[in-house]
């Protein structure tokens, strides 16, 4: 740790919002990652993507993203890890630094994968949680 970050922590009040990216590879992992998101989508309020079939921006996999806000965290995240089944998720926070978002600061649930670093920048808006398309009816 250097000195900067000794006197002055970071304060949560950077992270505007959470994504976990939930990817796949193959006919059985594209079935677990449909199995996921129906059962995410009946308890959770979050912001599901659009299936990405073929890897975009700085992921190697193809995968969908889950927008949530930082409430949603404590539920959401310990219900994937118990639930991935063997998929690779990402979840990183979303600061006003995305590079560093998605290579230093997030934590992985199963295997890590790479990350297209050179995609992503060093300074912009941070982006707020997505508007929920989710109406859940169960509890996790
Ligand atoms: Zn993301």
């Not at 959401?76 to 998720?89: F, R």
């Not at 670093?117 to 009816?137: I, K, M, Q, R």
């Amino acid at each position: 740790m250097n000195a900067a970050q000794a006197n002055s922590p970071r304060p949560l009040a950077e992270i505007a919002s959470y994504h976990a990216h939930i990817y796949y590879d193959g006919q059985a992992e594209r079935q677990h990652a449909e199995w996921l998101r129906l059962r995410i989508g009946e308890r959770f309020r979050v912001r599901l993507g659009n299936w990405r079939d073929e890897p975009v921006g700085p992921h190697e996999q193809a995968m969908y993203q889950v927008s949530f806000a930082t409430e949603i965290f404590a539920t959401l995240v310990p219900w994937l890890m118990l639930n991935h089944g063997g998929l690779s998720i990402l979840i990183h926070p979303n600061t006003t630094n995305p590079k560093r978002d998605h290579l230093v600061d997030p934590l992985w649930i199963g295997r890590a994968l790479g990350v297209h670093a050179e995609v992503l920048g060093e300074e912009d808006e941070a982006e707020a949680a997505l508007e929920v398309n989710t109406e859940p009816t169960l509890g996790a």
